[in-house]
């Protein structure tokens, strides 16, 4: 790695990919401070705790030097944006070019790096899908992922900061206490029949959050940063009902299960990446599907 920087603050450093963050640039021997809403942190790391309604980035900005800046912070529920726009707007744009601006006004040499999501792209209409498709999101959500974006070409372009914007696909792993694999274990505690929405034939492109954090450092510490994007995933597409085998498998679950045939609104239908360009920068996932639903299977049993 080039220039790897050695000072990071990690913007929603309690969240899942935030503390998964937190946890690898640690152990990768960088000094890393976190903000987020909590009280207090999970484990020991410098943290400081931000108001939602009035965050204090200027302050957090001039009290500290960083080299690096990763927003890990915002909303991830997609459904809840599609019944709360407003809400979700504040958390995935109005934060984005708040955080930009102090950036701007105090330490304009300081890198970002801005988690988006694959959510930008909607239904495809070919795969792989590849960075510079057309962007057609099926959820506010997205739609707001695309303004973040936008807020980040804006202030490379105008302003001159260094900024580069990842596209996370679908994400799993240990912590992660929403979506189809959490409320899938909650309920299979309690049944011995359980029902999926979709048909099954649709079909994600998975990476482990383990990875994940690995690629998040790679582009914080090799990317140009001249505000391009990167899909962040495995590069291979796996059906609903292909991953649900390993994923009962590691959970120990031995009951029966169907789909409803109803598509959620906003779901998109079929996802795989073209992850060339995150491989350009040497980035290689560590896990295999199989060995990550093993470490989420392990993680469950345990809580």
Known sequence: MMGVPLRILVIGSE?????????????????????????????????????RLSPEWDELLQQKRFEAVLNAAGSGNVPYSMTHPVIDFEAN????????????KHQPECRYLHLSSAAV???????????????????????????????????????????????PFSVYGSGLKKQMFWDLYQRTREADHVTLFGTGQES???????????????????????????????GEETTIADVIKPYFRAIGYQGTYDFNGVVRPGDPLNWKADISRIGGLGHVNALTLDQGMDELGRWLKEL
Not at 124 to 146: A, T
Not at 215 to 228: C, F, K, N, T, Y
Request: charge should be neutral; proline fraction near 6%.
């Open 15 to 51: 969240g899942f990919i935030g503390k998964h963050s937190v946890r690898h640039l640690l152990a990768a021997g960088r000094e890393v401070h976190g903000a987020d809403l909590f009280e207090q942190p999970s484990f020991n790391y410098p943290y400081r705790k931000l108001s």
């Open 204 to 234: 994600r492109d998975y990476i482990h959050v383990a990875d994940l954090a690995l690629a998040l450092d790679r582009v914080i510490s090799d990317a140009p940063m001249e505000g391009e994007c990167y899909n962040l995933a495995s």
């Open 93 to 104: 744009s109005l934060d984005t070019i708040r955080i930009l601006d102090g950036i701007r």
């Open 121 to 167: 792209y909607g239904n495809p209409v070919r795969l792989p899908i590849q960075e510079n498709d057309e962007l057609k999101p099926l959820s506010p959500y997205g739609w707001h992922k695309v303004v973040a974006e936008k807020l980040c070409q804006e202030y490379t372009q105008v302003f001159g900061l260094r900024t580069a914007v990842v596209r």
